[in-house]
């Protein structure tokens, strides 16, 4: 089992920055593949960002590409989500999720093939 818990989400303004948190528990962290999801109202949830288990391949949605950027810090057991330029599109419930890739360095963006989800954060962004 792994245990995920977001951290860092809230209100800002269009324009501003947030950085959200994802510390992982309970198994070896350098052994999953991460990603970031978020769902807003009444839509799916949609892969934002992703990163193999050893950081040295990612992968960005269209809508946040050159303005996101997911990081993994494998002593810490935390992936980071920088979020700068945010727009009020932004707006969702982000989530963190982990997939158990031991024998693999890719990342994984489809949704149904994660194991493990957080609890959510919820990021605002105001006009």
């Known amino acids: 089992q792994v245990q995920l818990v977001e951290s860092g989400g809230g209100l800002v303004q269009a324009g501003g920055s947030l950085r959200l948190s994802c510390a992982a528990s309970?198994?070896?962290?350098?052994?999953?593949?991460m990603g970031w999801f978020r769902q807003a109202p009444g839509k799916e949830r949609e892969v934002v960002a992703a990163?193999?288990?050893?950081?040295?391949?990612?992968y960005y949605g269209d809508s946040v590409n050159g303005r996101f950027t997911i990081s993994r810090d494998n002593a810490k057991n935390t992936v980071y989500l920088q979020m700068n330029s945010l727009k009020p599109e932004d707006t969702a419930v982000y989530y963190c999720a982990a997939d158990r890739k031991p024998f693999s360095d890719m990342v994984v963006t489809r949704r149904t093939e994660y194991d493990y989800w957080g609890q959510g954060t919820q990021v605002t962004v105001s006009s």
């Open positions: 309970g198994r070896i962290f350098s052994g999953y593949a």
């Open positions: 990163i193999s288990r050893s950081g040295s391949r990612t």
